[in-house]
Every structure is written in structure tokens, then in C-alpha cells.
């Protein structure tokens, strides 16, 4: 039996390329693109059955903030997929999925606003036996999946860092003022807090962690972002000593000059200054040059048969949106077979078997190369 899916914010970027790599994948999901305005739903469900005429595809008119409307358009589906930039309506979503019967996945910002609303629910979906996952895609999504997947090629890890380099040619990007108001959000909320020493430590505001990426990015600085799902990493892994993710920066002018002032502004100017600030940071990426290219490096040591043993693991594409749909649509796999569809609420990176998950991803077209390392010669896949 198909598994029927209402895929919200299904005509923008992300959500189209969601809609098809999952395709792709899987011909027997009847889906159907939702978002505020019909006519663009309605036009790239019809580029979608061009693509994939034996898929069964649909289009819907809906606002998220309303409950009624929600409340019928959930009617009969399995599965809820938010892909949209709609931080705010979270809790209205959720209940609605609740009193539907109807499982949720959500690829948005790892914002303290979502995962309180979705928290308070807790108990209810696990009384009622729905399989609610937050946190998709890479960033967040796959962070703590990749510290999983290293925990699997070590008999002790006790270090698990993990360097982002998001090079983006923000000047061809079509970002909605819905996606601009949750990345400044996300700004208002930065924590820089990395585990070390068996700890959760907040490092000097000024401290930046240089890393080599390879070619074409070479070393550049990066700083420490939290994100909640790491957390998961030192529960489930005893051994572990440090953890953490570092991001690399825009360019020169929005990294030195634009985000401190951003930053203290948030913290200290009245709400009336911050729109301006906000619009001189969106002005500033205008400065990112080329090379382009989304990468993300897990750093991993440990001990393995008794010896130090190191283990890297590099992947990249050089379209973010991509970087983002294809881990969805590898952990919706397993949700769709019933293996990560398990009654409760999960971080993306904590319900995916990540041996299986990593095969998808490179499977489907993000380049994925693995460095092992111990008292012999490094061997590369």
C-alpha cells in the first residue's frame, strides 16, 4: 500500500528536491506539495508527474496557522513532512498531527522555539504510538549520525569533531522572507558550547578553530555551533572526550565586520535597530566567492584491536539544497520500511541505522570519501 504524504513547502527548493530524489527512490508514495499559494504547488506537482508519471502526485492550497484547514488536509495521510519556513506554527502542526493520527518530519532549524513546542507534546506521542523526527536534513541532520557512524569503526572513540564549509553563491539563492526571518533566528540564538574533557564548555567568543578542508576550500577559520542533537553522542558513547561542530564563515566582510555587530546588536540594541542590521548582513553576502561547495569533514580517533586509530570522513556537493535532500530522503527510507519508524520524538541523526544511511547518501549522489589511519599506511574509500 502506497504511504500517503503531505509534503509542506513542497514547491520550494529544498522541498522540490525532497520531493524528487524521494521519487526517484520510491514510486509507490502518493504525495501531495502543499504551500500558501496553489498555483505554484499546482505547477511543480505537474513537473513531478511529467518526471514520474507512474507516481501518484497531487497539489494543496495550505496555511499551516490554520487549524481546520490542517485539519482536513490530514485526513487519510500517514505521513507529515514540514519543509517550510514555519518555525512559528510548530506547535499547531504537531497537535494537528496528533489528533489525525499522522506521523511528522521536519527539516528546519534546530530552534529552541520548535524543540520546545514539539517536547511539550512528548508523552502524547508516545502514548499515542506516532514516530515524530525533528532536525532533518544536514544541518542539522546529519551531525550526530555521522558521530554514530565513527562510534561503528572503533572499539573505543574518545574524539568525534566535526568541520562545516558552506561555500554559497547567495547571490543566485531565492531565499523567502519566511527562510531570512528563521536564519536570523538562528543567529539570536547561536550557542558556541563543544564537549571537551568530558564536559559541555562554552570557548572564548573570540576563538576560532583554523581546518584544512582539502581542495578547493583549503584551511580556513571556523567557530564553534551547537546544536542540540550532538548531545546524543556523549550518552551513547562512554569513551567520548570531545565533540563539536565548527562552521566556517561567509567571506571577510560578513565574518568580520557584519556578524560582531549583528551579534551585539541582538544583545543590546533596541528591536527597532535590528532590521536594519539584518539587512545589512543579507547585503553583506553579496562579497562570497567562488570556489562553491557545501563539505562537511568528521574527525574521529579512538582506540581499535588495542592501537590509536584515526578515522575521517569527507562529504560534499556542490549544491546545499542537495546536500539537504538527499540525507532526507535516505532517512525517510528507513521511516517508509517501518525500521526508524519507531513511537516517540527523534533527532534525524539518532533514529537513522548509520551504516545504511551513509551507503544511501552516497548511493545517491553526495561524494563521500573514508580515511582510515593506524600504526600502518592511511587506507582510502
Known amino acids: 500500500m502506497a504511504t500517503k504524504i503531505l509534503l509542506a513547502g513542497g514547491y520550494g527548493q529544498a522541498g522540490q528536491m525532497i520531493a ?24 511543480t506537482a505537474s513537473q513531478l508527474q511529467k518526471a514520474h508519471p507512474q507516481s501518484s502526485i497531487s497539489a494543496l492550497a495550505l496555511d499551516l496557522s490554520d487549524r481546520e484547514a490542517l485539519k482536513t488536509a490530514l485526513k487519510g495521510r500517514q505521513l507529515f513532512i514540514a519543509a517550510s519556513s514555519t518555525i512559528s506554527h510548530t506547535g499547531i502542526v504537531a497537535e494537528a498531527c496528533l489528533d489525525a493520527g499522522v506521523d511528522y518530519y521536519d527539516i528546519q532549524l534546530s530552534a529552541p522555539q520548535k ?41 573505543e572513540l574518545h574524539q568525534a569533531n566535526i568541520y562545516v564549509a558552506l561555500r554559497v553563491d547567495w547571490n543566485k539563492m531565492a531565499v523567502t522572507p519566511g527562510t531570512r526571518d528563521e536564519f536570523v533566528e538562528e543567529f539570536k540564538t547561536y550557542s558556541s558550547k563543544i564537549f571537551q574533557g568530558g564536559q559541555w564548555i562554552t570557548p572564548s567568543f573570540w576563538k576560532t578553530y583554523p581546518y584544512d578542508f582539502g581542495q578547493p ?12 542533537e550532538m548531545t546524543i553522542l556523549p550518552k551513547a558513547t562512554p569513551g567520548l572526550q570531545e565533540t563539536g561542530v565548527f562552521i566556517s564563515g561567509f567571506n571577510p566582510v560578513t565574518d568580520y565586520l557584519v556578524l560582531p555587530l549583528l551579534l551585539a546588536g541582538f544583545r543590546f540594541l533596541p528591536e527597532r535597530w535590528q532590521s536594519a542590521l539584518v539587512s545589512l548582513f543579507w547585503w553583506s553576502l553579496r562579497f562570497c566567492r567562488p570556489p562553491f561547495l557545501a563539505r562537511l569533514v568528521l574527525d574521529a580517533a579512538g582506540l581499535r584491536q588495542g592501537a590509536s586509530y584515526t578515522f575521517q570522513v569527507q562529504l560534499s556537493h556542490p549544491d ?33 541505522e548509520p551504516e545504511r544511511f551513509f551507503r544511501d547518501v552516497k548511493r545517491m549522489g553526495v561524494s563521500m570519501k573514508r580515511i582510515y589511519e593506524a600504526s600502518g599506511p592511511q587506507i582510502i574509500q
Open 20 to 43: 524528487g530524489y524521494l521519487l526517484r527512490e520510491r514510486a509507490e508514495v502518493e504525495l501531495t506539495i502543499s504551500g500558501r499559494n496553489k498555483e505554484k504547488a499546482q505547477e
Open 115 to 155: 524543540l520546545e513546542a514539539l517536547r511539550k507534546l512528548r508523552p502524547s506521542i508516545e502514548s499515542e504510538g506516532r514516530c515524530f523526527i525533528t532536525d532533518g536534513g544536514f544541518h542539522p541532520g546529519i551531525l550526530a549520525a555521522l558521530g554514530r557512524y565513527a562510534a561503528l569503526q572503533f572499539d
Open 217 to 228: 576550500i583549503g584551511r580556513i577559520s571556523c567557530a564553534p555551533m551547537y546544536f542540540e
Open 320 to 352: 546545499g539544497y542537495v546536500l539537504t535532500a538527499i540525507p532526507v530522503v535516505a532517512a525517510l527510507l528507513q521511516y517508509l520500511d517501518g525500521s526508524a519508524r519507531k513511537p516517540g520524538l527523534w533527532f534525524q541523526g539518532e533514529v537513522v
